[in-house]
């Protein structure tokens, strides 16, 4: 399945994205397969936290010739997420929602009453977060915030 994009530069991203992916598939003994990619395409091309129901639908009315199984959609995001490729956001009983995980540093705030997710970076925030640690004599490696709260369209 081509792959299009309108930036040289979002191209070359994802070059690197797939090659380190299809690096890691054989590190771990798995075959690249056209479905696995898929999966890694459609959530480089995301600007949503997907739940792996959600991207198997997404893959389905896009490439549904490709007939991927939603074990596959798992097996692929456990991996993904093992090494750092995705990240997730757990919502207890009802899963997780994965992202790419080669996304700049940001924030997340999530409403507890519909599910949505609204991004931020606030660079006053990280810039406390560093003192905090630094004064603490800890050393943050990385670190991952998370407000739970209602949204305005549920208030």
Do not use: W
């Amino acid at each position: 399945m081509p792959i299009s994009t309108n930036f040289s530069t979002k191209t070359i991203e994802y070059d690197n994205l797939l090659e380190e992916f299809k690096q890691l598939l054989k590190k771990n003994g798995l075959k690249f397969t056209i479905q696995r990619e898929v999966i890694l395409n459609t959530l480089y091309n995301s600007d949503e936290h997907l739940t792996p129901e959600s991207l198997h639908h997404l893959i389905q009315d896009k490439a549904p010739e490709l007939k991927t199984g939603i074990a596959t959609i798992y097996r692929t995001l456990s991996l993904l997420e093992d090494s750092n490729l995705v990240t997730s956001l757990s919502f207890g009983a009802q899963g997780k929602k994965y992202e790419l995980g080669a996304k700049d540093h940001h924030d997340h705030m999530i409403c507890t009453e519909c599910g949505d997710i609204t991004e931020f970076v606030d660079d006053s925030i990280e810039k406390r977060q560093h003192e905090i640690a630094d004064s603490l004599g800890f050393k943050m490696n990385d670190h991952s915030m998370q407000i739970y709260g209602i949204c305005k369209n549920c208030q």
